[in-house]
């Protein structure tokens, strides 16, 4: 019998699922086998009523959570007014799929990968508009929750925490990857001295980014869910915040120089932050329709009540935190396979972050 992600046995698995979910199970289909093995599940009615998330071994480092408090975390929001997956199995032990596992059910829509466009459907400048209208307000309502449900399920991670805990992640993957990174760790010093002073507590998700929310409608579009909840905490809203606005392209954004990575990493890297330099993280930010950050900003305060204040700090910490996340990233291709591009990632994000500290990215 075929195997689903590392030799998992099909018939094994649907017969299970067929059982637990009370149901019968037509087929299984990997969607994806990188952080998390995801796999699609198919029933008579729908070709993929369910998705099945078990962790690999990356999953389970910080600043993850564990599949159990994500299974939490998912089930306290369905009390909520957040558009997400319905939690409907966990397994602790390892005996169908290799390890612990969780299935929810299935949501049609699409998510904006970094570096891409919208759906073609929504390339106008009023979907664009609407886009930007509904990643803030659903981010503002998830910054809002009330977050008694979520105490004792999520760590509770003030800013500076994190970046401490963030600078011994980075520690640990260029122990392996034998890369000293100065850019990156003075953002990471100026982080340390420069923390806001009385931090926010609320729901955070964490890794909030368009490449993990989902957008439906076939001409006005609609948000079909977040996704991906493995890094919720609680902590200080803004960073959720600045996390977004990093990925944000407005007129007049510092375009850091790529001169000192050409040689160093293969020329499909490269070409990959050509373009993101020149168009954003997030490109379609930039195009007609799309408002800028102070417009992003604006809305977020006045659904939430919360002032931006610290800016710099913000998104100097999000480009701190996901350049760390890429270093990670890179040690582990490495180890698995001797190569990986995702070195010049880490190197760009850290200049973005030391554009940041320095002045000459505004927020």
Same mark, same amino acid.
Do not use: C, I
């Given at each position: 019998m075929?195997?689903?992600?590392?030799?998992?046995?099909? @018939?094994?698995? @649907? @017969? #299970?699922? /067929?059982?637990e979910l009370d149901v019968e199970v037509t087929d299984t289909e990997v969607l994806s086998d990188k952080l998390n093995l995801i796999v699609a599940i198919s029933t008579p009615d729908d070709e993929r009523a369910y998705v099945l998330h078990r962790p690999n071994g990356l999953r389970k480092t910080d600043p993850f959570n564990d599949l159990e408090q994500e299974y939490r975390v998912l089930q306290r929001l369905q009390d909520a007014a957040i558009p997400t997956q319905t939690p409907v199995l966990f397994r602790e032990d390892d005996s169908i799929v290799g390890d612990a596992f969780v299935v929810t059910t299935h949501l049609d829509g699409e998510p904006i990968p970094l570096g891409t466009d919208l759906p073609e459907r929504f390339r106008d400048p009023g979907a664009r508009s609407r886009v930007a209208r509904l990643l803030t307000d659903t981010l503002a309502d998830i910054n809002t929750l009330d977050v008694e449900p979520f105490e004792g399920v999520c760590e509770r991670k003030p800013p500076l925490e994190q970046v401490v805990r963030a600078a011994d992640r980075l520690d640990a993957a260029t122990d392996v990857t034998g890369r000293d990174l100065p850019t990156l760790r003075s953002v990471g010093d100026w982080l340390r001295e420069n923390p806001p002073s009385e931090p926010v507590t609320a729901l955070v998700h964490g890794d909030y980014r368009p490449g993990n929310v989902l957008f439906a409608g076939t001409e006005d579009p609609q948000l079909a869910g977040g996704l991906d909840w493995e890094t919720a905490t609680l902590g200080d809203p803004r960073t959720d915040l600045g996390y977004l606005l990093l990925r944000w392209r407005d007129d007049g954004d510092p375009t850091p120089s790529?001169? &000192?990575?050409?040689? /160093? #990493? /293969?020329?499909? &890297?490269?070409?990959?932050?050509e373009a993101v330099n020149g168009s954003g993280l997030c490109p379609f930010s930039a195009k007609p329709g799309g408002p800028d950050r102070r417009e992003l900003v604006a809305r977020w305060e006045e659904r939430t009540g919360i002032p931006f204040e610290h800016e710099r700090f913000f998104l100097a910490h999000a480009a701190f935190g996901l350049a760390t996340v890429w270093e990670d990233l890179y040690r582990h291709r490495l180890d698995a396979s001797g190569e990986s591009g995702k070195g010049a990632w880490t190197e760009y994000v850290a200049r973005l972050g030391a554009s940041i500290v320095d002045g000459e990215f505004d927020p």
């Open positions: 075929d195997g689903v992600g590392h030799g998992v046995d099909r @018939a094994e698995l @649907a @017969a #299970y699922l /067929s059982t790529l001169d &000192a990575l050409e040689g /160093s #990493y /293969s020329r499909d &890297a490269m070409r990959g932050l």
